[in-house]
């Protein structure tokens, strides 16, 4: 690809990353240019983020019907599986599965709250009275 035809759609990154793309200068030699993105790639990504948050407003949605506890909620907030939020709690997943059942929540110690909340960068308050 030629350096005047190397594409620059915005992208949802655009303002944070830039990629690296190897180009051909006006002598006919590669050389390195940085692009914003371009339009497949930001079709794609835009698809993800439509994904991720359709996630977080099922979560809402069942933390507010008492049908899960909000680690979920702020699990996926937070981009996370069971094993990222296991890796950063040292819980095991058995438990971290457990804690997301509201009659578990409801009865953990302010000790596993603090450890979530920290986590979360949250405060324990938001995390026990979910707003969504």
Known sequence: ??????????????????????????????????????????EALDNAWDDINERIKEAAFKVKNGEQSPILYFMEL?????????????FWKFNIKRHMKPSVFSKLSEKR?????????????????FKG
């Open 1 to 42: 690809m030629k350096k005047e035809e190397l594409p620059q759609d915005q992208s949802a990154l655009a303002k944070c990353t830039r990629e690296v793309l190897y180009v051909k200068n006006s002598d006919g030699k590669y050389t390195t240019d940085l692009s914003t993105g371009w339009e497949v790639k930001k």
């Open 113 to 129: 709250l603090r450890d979530y909340a920290k986590v979360f960068d949250i405060s324990i308050d938001d995390l026990k009275n």
């Open 78 to 90: 937070n981009l996370m599986d069971i094993q990222l939020l296991s890796d950063y709690t040292g």
